[in-house]
């Protein structure tokens, strides 16, 4: 074999590195370049996931806007509330957000909806005995939850901005955060159990918030 060919087979002879080798350590600049990447990627879900939570309460509001005019639609939610407790219509006639508002007293923490009317002070038909009463809690409700929900939108509207104009260095929040945030501007800390975790600048939602969760329409869950 010749000299020259020795060489060419020194020079492409693959180096054996030794067991304890470690490859190089992540130089500061990448660890910044796929933190902007991941950032970014988590900025345009997000903005996707806010428009159609955005889309989702002003259907919302639109959907209560009819029932409050339709007699039809009145007339299906009165023996939606007397016959089965409202639990098959819109969340603001549920029987069970008393339930939940009766053990948040019991509890000794602040009434979640301060300003939805109580069931108690209407005089609501049953399965065999209907009540007009029944259609004036309906409309009382429709109204609530109108003005409840158009404070959501108008939050969740706020938010566009704070989430376009995000940077890598304030990190990913939770999943939650969406929710928590929209309460926290709509002036609804208390419902929800929003906590700012100051560190992270992200929201949690506490235990509490999933019993309303529950009684929430499945497609705002599955878009705020």
């Given at each position: 074999?010749?000299?020259?060919?020795?060489?060419?087979?020194?020079?492409?002879?693959?180096?054996?590195?030794?067991?304890?080798?470690?490859?190089?350590?992540?130089?500061?600049?990448?660890?910044?370049?796929?933190?902007?990447?991941?950032?970014?990627?988590?900025?345009?879900?997000?903005?996707?996931?806010?428009?159609?939570?955005?889309?989702?309460?002003?259907?919302?509001?639109?959907?209560?806007?009819?029932?409050?005019?339709?007699?039809?639609?009145?007339?299906?939610?009165?023996?939606?509330?007397?016959?089965?407790?409202?639990?098959?219509?819109?969340?603001?006639?549920?029987?069970?957000?008393?339930?939940?508002?009766?053990?948040?007293?019991?509890?000794?923490?602040?009434?979640?909806?301060?300003?939805?009317?109580?069931?108690?002070?209407?005089?609501?038909?049953?399965?065999?005995?209907?009540?007009?009463?029944?259609?004036?809690?309906?409309?009382?409700?429709?109204?609530?939850?109108?003005?409840?929900?158009?404070?959501?939108?108008?939050?969740?509207?706020?938010?566009?901005?704070?989430?376009?104009?995000?940077?890598?260095?304030?990190?990913?929040?939770?999943?939650?955060?969406?929710?928590?945030?929209?309460?926290?501007?709509?002036?609804?800390?208390?419902?929800?159990?929003?906590?700012?975790?100051?560190?992270?600048?992200?929201?949690?939602?506490?235990?509490?918030?999933?019993r309303y969760f529950a009684n929430l329409p499945?497609?705002?869950?599955?878009?705020?």
């Amino acid at each position: 074999m010749s000299k020259a060919m020795q060489a060419l087979l020194e020079q492409i002879k693959p180096t054996i590195l030794p067991a304890t080798y470690e490859p190089p350590e992540t130089s500061n600049a990448l660890r910044s370049l796929l933190s902007q990447v991941e950032t970014r990627q988590w900025q345009k879900f997000m903005l996707e996931q806010l428009e159609f939570e955005i889309m989702a309460l002003d259907a919302e509001i639109t959907e209560y806007q009819y029932y409050k005019k339709d007699k039809t639609c009145l007339l299906e939610l009165q023996l939606g509330v007397e016959r089965y407790g409202g639990t098959r219509g819109p969340w603001c006639l549920n029987y069970q957000m008393e339930e939940y508002r009766y053990l948040t007293a019991e509890a000794g923490d602040p009434d979640p909806y301060p300003d939805c009317p109580k069931a108690e002070d209407y005089k609501i038909g049953c399965y065999r005995n209907s009540s007009q009463d029944t259609i004036r809690f309906i409309k009382d409700r429709l109204a609530w939850a109108i003005k409840f929900t158009e404070k959501r939108f108008k939050a969740a509207c706020k938010l566009v901005p704070i989430l376009e104009n995000w940077t890598a260095s304030r990190g990913i929040p939770e999943v939650s955060w969406i929710a928590g945030m929209i309460e926290e501007l709509a002036g609804n800390p208390t419902l929800f159990g929003v906590k700012l975790c100051q560190q992270q600048e992200a929201y949690t939602l506490s235990s509490s918030s999933c019993r309303y969760f529950a009684n929430l329409p499945m497609y705002l869950l599955s878009k705020p």
